[in-house]
């Protein structure tokens, strides 16, 4: 008897949550799919019924929640700079972003720099072009309000976002991949302040959003 529509697609969804999981924490290359399956609690073989390679299951668990990832946040909420720095106060604690279980663009730039896999190459890039839409916008809008020291010039937002991922996205990396502690964090810590100044936070202010958010206070 043949399994029914619904099966089908409940079987399918299973399959790309145990994905969305397991991409999110490893990335492309360290997930197989048995580990994928097994997850799900379904055979290896069940898996080309639904998809037809690794890549295109990534593809489609990258597509299915980018909408609605947390750094989708950076163009709603209130515009201040506090709120733009609480979205990435969410970066610095590693810990916290490796149970993430939703590979929106930022995990997919913090998993896959150096990935040689056309796929994931294409998918790296339109993860990076949008999350950095996502922070011209933000920065435009703040800057019109006069919340930013510069003026809202696309050229000069542009290079500040592209300064920003830069640094964000290399501190984790980097920082994911040592094991000593404390050393993580002060890469973090510096990065983090890095991206404060570029936002013209100065010296007196700093300390008190370093503060208020928890970001010195170690890998909790």
Do not use: C
């Amino acid at each position: 008897m043949p399994y029914s529509t619904n099966h089908k697609a409940e079987s399918r969804e299973r399959i790309l949550k145990s994905a969305i999981e397991l991409f999110s924490r490893q990335g492309f290359e360290k997930v197989s799919i048995g580990q994928i399956m097994k997850l799900a609690k379904m055979t290896h073989g069940a898996f080309y019924a639904h998809f037809a390679s690794k890549e295109a299951l990534y593809r489609e668990s990258v597509r299915k929640t980018l909408e609605r990832s947390h750094a989708a946040r950076l163009v709603k909420g209130p515009l201040s700079v506090k709120h733009l720095t609480d979205l990435v106060a969410n970066y610095w604690n590693l810990q916290e972003l490796e149970r993430k279980r939703k590979p929106g663009p930022e995990t997919v730039l913090f998993n896959e720099i150096g990935n040689d896999n056309a796929e994931v190459r294409t998918l790296f890039e339109a993860s990076y072009l949008r999350m950095k839409k996502m922070l011209e916008t933000r920065l435009i809008a703040l800057s019109r309000l006069k919340k930013l020291p510069f003026d809202p010039d696309r050229e000069v937002i542009a290079e500040k976002s592209r300064a920003i991922l830069a640094s964000l996205v290399g501190a984790v990396a980097i920082a994911k991949s040592l094991p000593d502690e404390q050393e993580r964090q002060r890469i973090l810590d510096a990065a983090q302040r890095n991206i404060l100044q570029m936002l013209g936070v100065d010296e007196s202010e700093l300390e008190g959003m370093l503060g208020d958010s928890g970001y010195e206070h170690g890998l909790a």
